[in-house]
């Protein structure tokens, strides 16, 4: 596959960002039929705020990646640890 002409990181970052954003639309209307959905298009959020939604996204996609597999061990044993201390 090839990658189109002037693709930028940036673009690829909006792309996920739309697409997460496309889905908590969907999840919201199946959660809430009734009600009018809190959620908007990445173009309809101030600059400002698309460029955190943005971050958000690059952050859940890094921390899924291999290179936190350690971190990733880490937190799973602790969520391990505290739910067996609730119970």
């Known amino acids: 596959m090839t990658r189109p002409v002037n693709v930028t990181n940036r673009q690829r970052l909006e792309f996920a960002a ?10 919201w209307a199946k959660l809430h039929p009734e009600d009018p959905c809190p959620v908007k298009n990445l173009s309809d959020y101030p600059e400002n705020e698309r460029s955190a939604l943005m971050a958000g996204v690059q952050k859940a996609v890094q921390y899924a990646g291999p290179d936190t597999d ?9 969520r391990e640890e505290d739910g067996s201390r609730a119970t």
Do not use: D, I, S
């Open 18 to 27: 739309a697409g997460f954003l496309a889905e908590m639309r969907k999840q």
């Open 70 to 78: 350690n971190a990733f061990a880490a937190w799973v044993a602790k």
